[in-house]
């Protein structure tokens, strides 16, 4: 990738001879969780991991819910008692079996990550409150940042509000190398960047493929789902010289892994930057939970790992796991960064204890895994991994799944137009650590009586068969 290298130094170049260079410069705050060997780490399933798993929802959210009733969600009155639409408290709470939750490793109600965010908010209160090129750049977040990189085995690692920002903001920061390197006021069409997109990719990478084109600075091709014959003919056929192609690793909606050994075939062949939204992977995946790359083999190939904090770290928060240059370019340019408030301290040292206790609980992914097989063997359907799509067609029908499973106990919503394409509605179903052998045998009890497991298994076979 040296061309890349060049271009991205010829950038900042630019922006230090426009005087528009930005640092991070941190504040220090005492105790920020550098002494690991306080975080307490467990060997097995403990009473807390069920609170991952399991939530109550009123007697008035469930009846809506099942007659399909829109809610603005005002079924809690003051201090959570649930009402009756009289007004009338109805101090009802039905107990569901949380399966469409993003919350893999269960460790959002960890001990650990929850002694973190105690005493991280006993000393600091919120801590500084500013955007992280002003104030809101602390140690604490210099220290997560250290520790992500050294998980996705980077050079350096920038933290973001979101995922959604974090992807805009590298989206954004890719634009700015045509617009800073272009000869005139405006890249001409062969200065631009090409970038190149999986169909299926997540909304936060179309919209930064949106804001960049909205600049002149991208030109972007989208190519069919994990379709390497596809992509390999754009590329092929495309004469700009800066090329990058961005897909998630593992699809938030299908549980299918973008085919990362050979894109990076194709990347060695055609010299592109690639970029990889690790969301839904990172922690789950790998030995280590490096994630999809670490998966497959492939960590230094991926030239930039996007990822989130809000789904396996059980957490909240984005980052970009990169070179240090890319990271100076990204906080320079990068907007959805330079003009967030940063992620307050006490979530920031959650997240750091959340990254230490998923490396050393390495039972976690073992469990997460064996749930995987577990619903495998009692369905015959063949998924690939905790992300399970139930394409019913419909949304009549998706709704009315949702609702029979509603009524065995547990929360899974049904997908429906704008999130998926019409007549591909669906039971997204994920499985966590947290859930036992007994949690997936009686959802898979209710499932058989509303989803029809071999046709499911037909599509799921005759879709992979396809990738």
Known sequence: MGSWNEWVEQALEKLESLKLLRSLRPIHLSDDGTNTDEFE??????????????????????????????????????GGVAYSESGASAGRFRKLILFSGNDYLGLSSHPTVIKAATKAVQKHGMGPRGSALICGYTNYHRLLESSLAELKSKED????????????????????????????????????????????NHASIIDGIRLAEKQKSIAAFVYQHCDMHHL?????????????????????????????????????????????DDAHATFVCGKTGGGAAELFNCTSDVDICIGTLSKAAGCHGGYIACSKKWKQLIQSRGRSFIFSTSTPVPITAAAHAAVIVARKEMWRRRAIWNRVQDFRDLTGIPITSPIISLIVGSEATALQASRHLLEFGFHITAIRPPTVAPNSCRLRITLSAAHTLDDVRNLTDALSQCVNFSEIGFYCTSWNARL
């Open 41 to 78: 780490c467990f060997d097995g399933l403990r009473q807390w991991d069920r609170a991952s798993v399991e939530v109550e929802i009123s007697e008035i959210t469930f009846q809506r819910w099942l007659l399909d009733i829109p809610s603005p969600g005002d079924d809690l009155g003051g």
């Open 157 to 200: 690692c920038l933290l973001c509000p979101t995922g959604f920002s974090a992807n805009m903001a590298f989206m954004t920061a890719v634009g700015n190398v045509s617009l800073l390197l272009a000869k005139g006021s405006q890249p001409s069409i062969d200065e631009r960047v090409a970038v190149f997109s999986d169909a299926l």
């Open 232 to 276: 390999n003919e754009l590329l092929t056929n495309c004469p700009m010289k800066k090329k990058v192609v961005i897909t998630d690793s593992l699809f938030s909606m299908d549980g299918d892994f973008a085919p990362l050994v050979e894109l990076v075939k194709l990347r060695r062949k055609h010299g592109f930057l690639l970029a990889i």
